[in-house]
């Protein structure tokens, strides 16, 4: 045997050995959401609130003093889909409710016709409705809108990747990956 052949395997077994010794190491469990949660910072956060864009579906109620004369303004389905299901050129899926706001930016309302409602907040449009619908069709009108097509994304290493429509208009992390 040469010296070589002496050297090298003692060598290479001290290695082997501190290389799985070193690697052998207990993995520490991650703690999720320990410690006290600060609420004050919380609650200083403010979000900005959405603005309306092209491709949403918006969801209008009209209340006011008079629900008969409120009926003919609050639609069930939207206009496009309506139509097609009348014609018999849809597809057999039942109409989804609310506007569908179009690539210019516009809803067609009962009886006021087209708007143009494209970048105005919830309260901004709200306020328009009832300028356009106040003394002239309905005392006292007042109305709920709601955004009907909010959406999030998951990616990653998940159960089930995909887009998910949030059935209000908040959410948060834990309730999203819930």
Do not use: W
């Not at 082997?16 to 469990?29: A, Q, W």
């Not at 708007?115 to 306020?127: F, N, P």
């Amino acid at each position: 045997m040469t010296i070589h052949n002496l050297f090298y395997k003692p060598v290479l077994a001290i290695f082997v050995f501190s290389g799985l010794l070193y690697s052998c190491k207990t993995t520490r469990p991650v703690q999720y959401l320990t410690g006290p949660i600060d609420t004050a910072a919380i609650s200083r956060i403010s979000l900005p609130e959405p603005r309306i864009q092209k491709g949403d579906l918006i969801g209008i109620t009209v209340y006011s003093d008079n629900p008969e004369a409120t009926a003919i303004f609050n639609q069930q389905m939207n206009t496009a889909m309506a139509s097609d299901a009348v014609s018999g050129s849809g597809s057999g899926a039942p109409a989804m409710p609310g506007y569908l706001v179009d690539t210019r930016g516009n809803i067609r309302f009962q009886v006021l016709g087209e708007l143009h409602i494209e970048g105005l907040t919830k309260a901004e449009l709200e306020s328009l409705l009832k300028e356009k619908l106040a003394g002239v069709y309905l005392s006292n009108p007042y109305f709920n809108i709601r955004f009907l097509n909010y959406k999030f994304t998951i990616l990653g290493e998940v159960a089930k990747q995909g887009v998910y429509n949030i059935p209000g208009e908040n959410i948060n992390i834990l309730e999203a990956i819930g």
